[in-house]
């Protein structure tokens, strides 16, 4: 069975502070492929990275970076300097090799405040 | 480009009633997904589409909820009757597999609420 947990339901920072978001997988699949996306009050969800799995290399977009570790089967996003414009709810996402459904985790509500 | 749209964005409805939502996926995605999200959890698949044809219906209540994707572009999810249980936001996701990309685009959901 697949399953994501994202055990950090609420997270509160003062702006400027980094966070770190972190997320937990389970996967019998060789291939497969995480995803983090963003959900801001507004409601939709804004797609912000894909990782497969056989790469590994950690990636670094702006104040956005993320730390993928096969040996612990973690995905874990920073945010580094927050601002109050990243208050949202942040979701990470499995999906397997074959299928295309999305297993999301149950969210992390990040609430940054000036 | 546009995204993902769908109506309406809002919607509420008593219980017994029927409801259907509309999506209208990114132009060329031929893979269209219906989610629906509980409050406080993350979206979970009712249905995916490959073009017209439904690949993965297995988490829709069928007893209730109905689908389709008519030319393999649009999409109407409906539910009859609804039930309490039913409020949720509906999300809509298309992507592209044969562009060699995996991720799915969102549209901004439909919040149902059923009294």
């Known amino acids: 069975a697949q399953k994501v947990t994202q055990a950090q339901t609420e997270i509160s920072v003062v702006e400027k502070e980094d966070v770190t978001l972190d997320c937990v997988y389970e996967?019998?699949?060789?291939?497969?492929?995480l995803f983090w996306y963003k959900q801001p009050p507004s409601g939709e969800l804004v797609f912000l990275i894909r990782?497969?799995?056989?790469?590994?290399q950690n990636e670094i977009s702006g104040r956005y970076s993320w730390n993928f570790q096969k040996s612990t089967s973690s995905f874990n996003f920073t945010i580094t300097a927050s601002q109050v414009v990243d208050s949202a709810v942040y979701f990470c996402a499995l999906r397997g090799g074959q299928g295309g459904k999305l297993i999301f985790g149950q969210g992390t509500e990040l609430s940054v405040k000036p | 480009e546009a995204g993902v749209v769908q109506s309406p964005r809002y919607k509420i409805i008593e219980k017994k009633q029927p409801v259907a939502f509309w999506c209208n996926p990114i132009s060329g995605h031929n893979t269209l997904y219906w989610y629906r999200q509980n409050l406080g959890q993350g979206p979970e698949l009712l249905i995916r589409?490959?073009?017209?044809?439904?690949?993965?219906d297995s988490q829709l209540p069928k007893d209730r909820f109905s689908a389709e994707r008519l030319k393999g572009v649009d999409s109407t999810l409906k539910i009859q009757p609804a039930e309490l249980g039913d409020s949720a936001v509906y999300l809509c996701?298309?992507?592209?597999?044969?562009?060699?990309?995996?991720?799915?685009?969102f549209g901004p959901g439909t919040r149902l609420t059923v009294t």
């Open positions: 996967t019998r699949d060789t291939t497969y492929y």
């Open positions: 589409y490959e073009n017209e044809e439904a690949v993965d």
């Open positions: 996701a298309s992507s592209n597999p044969r562009g060699g990309t995996y991720e799915q685009y």
């Open positions: 990782r497969n799995s056989f790469d590994e």
